[in-house]
């Protein structure tokens, strides 16, 4: 990757560190997955299916109250065999939550389970012997604790006699294991509900969702010319001086290899390493960056509304002449993230995570530029083939796979940040439908260059390359989402948006005579 090179310890050189540290927060981060999943652990799949065993694979809603105090709703998985569960809480019975002894559940078990819940532990026998001998013992349901942070599917194998299991049978992750036994310390009594809710046919939040992508990227690419301005092209940085084009970083070809090694690196630390920890240092990044982004963001719209504005500074210890704009911008975006930080996971914090984040894609897109589409080329082949091979491939290689494995994340630490999300309203589960940043970027990268292109060439929308771009990104991402739904398995986005977009611009450009010009350009 080519960077500028840097002279002094001037305030252009603390906003060329801040670039840096965008670019670094581009790479690292907004390859990490969260765009176009689904709940693919709930696929049919092809495992043995007969009498008794042919149940679909359903996604439950494990709800439990310690001493009668309501907690958090759990995810779990129903088993291919077992009574099936009711569709709604109402039809529901809550239930007294026993844990068998011994704690597997594979014998007898010396604690009463009638017209419970046993709560058993994975291991020692199989999941059917579980079963038959929590029913044996009166339990109304059994409710497995798997030894991974992850869902198993239940299934009969070939050398299974017909099952007659006349109770439910639902697994937990090991973590939501973990709060439903924590919750039995000290003799608490722990009531459990268990149903498995119908997913909608109409998923609402994807429209909000989809506006607010394009929007993101047609925001971010005309942002230097309708909000900053052709006749100043300088708009504040975090520093308080002028940012100008010698702290652009134009990207080279061989940031493809830069791109690859470096985010399939972090991707593989995620998914071997599922700490708190690793979590909140990508917390970090995105507040620090969405820090930026804000004050980028009100900054320029302040001087552009109010040009009297730039030229008020005030000369402060080491940071030397400083904007008012930005004495007053910085502590307010400052609050804001701070308060978004300590709220991460009330109702309305993705608010706050999508103005940080589509703030910050905008200022990114100001800083990285792409110079030609060559360069575009490989950044964008590199990048749809890296969300191939860990989306598909790597499943053949790492039993999971490893890009949604990473996405669903852990029901420990804060959830990933690097994505705009969209609460699901009609969804009974209260989820959210989620883009992750790099999906908006990098095809961004293309669309901010096709529209610098058309500027420096006189285009307009008719004859250019933007608006085409724009269509092809909006129709790409359109076709993520029919994708995602036929298909009920997770999608990922560059699979449509990289030939939507950079498809879109090569074959204008061939027809028009003009790849060799858009090939080796530099703009």
Same mark, same amino acid.
């Given at each position: ?41 709930? @696929? ?38 077992? @009574? ?28 009463? /389970? ?6 058993? @532990? ?90 607010? *992508? ?90 552009? *509304? ?12 080491? /940071? ?176 449509? /948006? ?26």
């Amino acid at each position: 990757m080519a960077f500028p090179a840097a002279s002094s310890s001037s305030p252009r050189r603390r906003g060329r560190g801040l670039a840096y540290l965008l670019v670094s927060v581009l790479l690292l981060a907004s390859r990490v997955p969260g765009a176009a999943g689904a709940d693919s652990e709930f @696929e049919d799949g092809v495992s043995p299916k007969f009498p008794g065993c042919d149940n679909p694979f359903q996604k439950v809603k494990v709800t439990y109250w310690v001493d009668g105090d309501e907690r958090n709703s759990l995810t779990g998985i129903t088993a291919r065999f077992g @009574e099936v569960l009711p569709a709604t809480g109402s039809d529901g019975d809550k239930r007294k939550a026993v844990v068998p002894a011994p704690k597997t559940g594979c014998a007898k078990s010396s604690a009463p /389970l009638a017209s419970s819940i046993a709560v058993a @532990e994975r291991g020692e026998c199989t999941f059917l012997e579980k079963a038959k001998t929590a029913e044996s013992g009166g339990a109304a349901a059994l409710l497995l604790i798997n030894d991974e942070d992850d869902l198993q599917k239940m299934v009969c194998t070939q050398n299974d006699t017909v099952p007659n299991i006349g109770i439910p049978v639902v697994m937990v992750s090991q973590s939501a294991g973990r709060k439903i036994l924590s919750g039995m310390d000290g003799g608490a009594k722990v009531d459990i509900l268990m149903y498995a809710p119908e997913k909608p046919s109409f998923d609402g939040a994807i429209p909000f969702l989809w506006l607010m *992508a394009v929007g993101s990227v047609a925001c971010a690419s005309v942002w230097s010319f309708v909000v900053v301005g052709d006749e100043d092209k300088n708009a504040p940085t975090l520093g308080g001086e002028e940012a100008a084009d010698s702290e652009i970083v134009e990207l080279q070809t061989k940031t493809a290899l830069v791109f690859i090694v470096t985010a399939s690196l972090v991707l593989l630390f995620l998914f071997f390493f599922k700490s708190t920890w690793s979590a909140w240092l990508l917390v970090v990044l995105f507040c620090l960056s969405g820090l930026q982004g804000l004050h980028y963001v009100a900054s320029t719209l302040i001087v552009r *509304a109010c040009d009297r504005c730039r030229e008020a500074k005030v000369a402060l210890p080491v /940071l030397g002449n400083v904007t008012v704009v930005t004495l007053v911008i910085l502590p307010l975006a400052l609050i804001f993230v701070v308060v978004w930080a300590v709220h991460q996971n009330s109702p309305f914090a993705w608010v706050g995570q999508d103005l940080m984040g589509i703030c910050m894609m905008i200022l990114v897109l100001q800083v990285v530029h792409l110079p030609n589409i060559k360069v575009a080329t490989a950044l964008l082949v590199s990048a749809f083939m890296y969300d191939i091979f860990w989306v598909f491939i790597s499943p053949f290689i790492f039993k999971k796979s490893v890009m949604i494995t990473v996405a669903r994340g852990s029901d420990e630490g804060p959830s990933l940040p690097m994505v705009l999300k969209m609460p699901k309203e009609f969804d009974t589960w209260n989820g959210y439908d989620m883009i992750g940043f790099g999906d908006i970027l990098f095809p961004g990268l293309l669309v901010a260059f096709s529209f610098r292109y058309d500027r420096a060439h006189g285009k307009d929308l008719t004859d250019g390359y933007f608006l085409c771009l724009m269509i092809g990104y909006a129709f790409g991402l359109s076709c993520t989402y029919v994708g995602l739904y036929l298909m009920k398995s997770g999608q990922p986005a560059l699979l449509y /948006l990289v030939p939507s977009t950079l498809g879109t611009i090569v074959t204008l450009g061939a027809k028009r005579g003009e790849l060799s010009q858009l090939w080796n350009a530099k703009v």
